[in-house]
């Protein structure tokens, strides 16, 4: 196979006979979307949808010093996750600038799952390897060992019930037990990122196309879906979630993106980007970075990433992601924006699009959060 041949899940025939349009996503060939996005959003947002993630990409650490190593190789406190619970962190450079996001699950006592990004899949796995030197510890690679099916929407915890008699009461948001899911063995989390409540099924991949079928047929009564990537973003969107890429780079450190929460100075020993990340954290103290800020259009006009945000003739920030909002009825962007103009509801914001600056209202994220 040639390396510009993108690479294809274990649910890959079946998106194609589900008729999906396919696109190429971080060297993967996945459903963009099925028919309408919208309608695909709408159902994730009122009933259920069904997403493939097995893009994403799954790292095995264990050992005896394994959490002492993630507490060394990431910027979180993973050494305190309980085992069955997870947690969201990031993976830094020396210098501070974010890597990834990763959402950690610790398996057992000494073995985690590490869950990176599709694009930064292959970097995390390269900068673990590098970091377990003088850790009792081993990295290992499971992105073949996994497909990755996600249930969301309110209709989830129902469909899910329907399957298996693992505890889903129980499993708390950020958590993962295994059970079994239509006869197949799973491990169940709950993290999601959609903005509504949701399960993602840890599969091997020879299970994966049963498991589809059989979530579908249990979902045939309440209106699940199955959905693409495109509705995953404004989904996300919506939920003020960042996005490696658009929000998260290695040009940003987790204060300059307003996530300075997820590093925790006070865990034991030293960790990859500590002093840096000190001195950001102080920076922004004194001198408030750019804040990240929810946009909601005045007019019709959709703003895109890397468009100028203006005031007064100004630029003062920039458009980070932006699309149309199915459930708010009009295009939405996150941006950086200056801390002058960050407070919600600050006048004269605009968005420069192709030269044309457009009324925008300034918003506190997330812009949508589901009635619990």
Not at 10 to 16: G, Q, Y
Not at 42 to 51: E, H, I, Q, W
Not at 97 to 105: E, M, P, S
Not at 112 to 137: H, I, K, P
Request: some cysteine.
């Amino acid at each position: 196979m040639s390396s510009t041949e993108p690479r294809r899940t274990a649910l890959d025939a079946l998106h194609r006979s589900l008729g999906a349009t396919m696109t190429d996503f971080a060297g993967w060939d996945m459903p963009l979307r099925y028919g309408s996005e919208r309608d695909e959003h709408n159902a994730v947002r009122t009933k259920a949808g069904l997403f493939d993630l097995s893009h994403m990409g799954e790292i095995t650490v264990t050992g005896p010093e394994a959490a002492a190593f993630l507490n060394h190789a990431l910027v979180g406190n993973i050494a305190s996750v309980g085992v069955g619970r997870a947690r969201y962190t990031m993976i830094c450079q020396a210098d501070g600038g974010i890597l990834d996001d990763l959402i950690v699950y610790r398996l057992a006592d000494t073995e985690y799952m590490v869950v990176a990004n599709a694009s930064n899949a292959q970097v995390v796995l390269d900068a673990l390897t590098e970091r377990v030197t003088g850790f009792d510890a081993e990295v290992r690679d499971d992105r073949d060992a996994y497909a990755l099916i996600a249930v969301q929407g309110p209709e989830s915890p129902g469909i899910l019930k329907s399957l298996t008699d693992a505890d889903l009461d129980g499993l708390k948001y950020y958590a993962g037990l295994p059970g079994t899911v239509a006869g197949v063995p799973a491990l169940i989390a709950r993290t999601g990122y959609t903005g509504e409540d949701g399960f993602e099924l840890f599969v091997k991949p020879e299970h994966a196309v049963e498991l589809w079928q059989a979530l579908t047929k249990a979902g045939e009564g309440v209106g699940l879906v199955p959905c693409g990537l495109s509705c995953r973003d404004t989904l996300r969107l919506e939920a003020g979630m960042p996005l490696y890429g658009n929000e998260l780079s290695t040009s940003l450190t987790p204060f300059d993106a307003g996530l300075g929460r997820v590093v925790k100075f006070e865990k034991e020993g030293d960790f990859v980007g500590r002093e840096a990340l000190a001195a950001a954290a102080s920076r922004a103290s004194e001198n408030p970075p750019r804040v990240l800020v929810g946009l909601i259009a005045e007019g019709r006009r959709v703003p895109r990433a890397g468009y100028p945000v203006v005031a007064g003739g100004e630029v003062i920030g920039e458009v980070t992601s932006g699309a149309p909002s199915p459930t708010l009825g009009r295009p939405i962007a996150m941006a950086y924006v200056d801390a002058a103009h960050s407070a919600p509801g600050t006048a004269g914001v605009g968005v420069d699009i192709r030269g044309s600056h457009e009324p925008y209202e300034v918003v506190a994220l997330p812009f949508y959060k589901r009635q619990k």
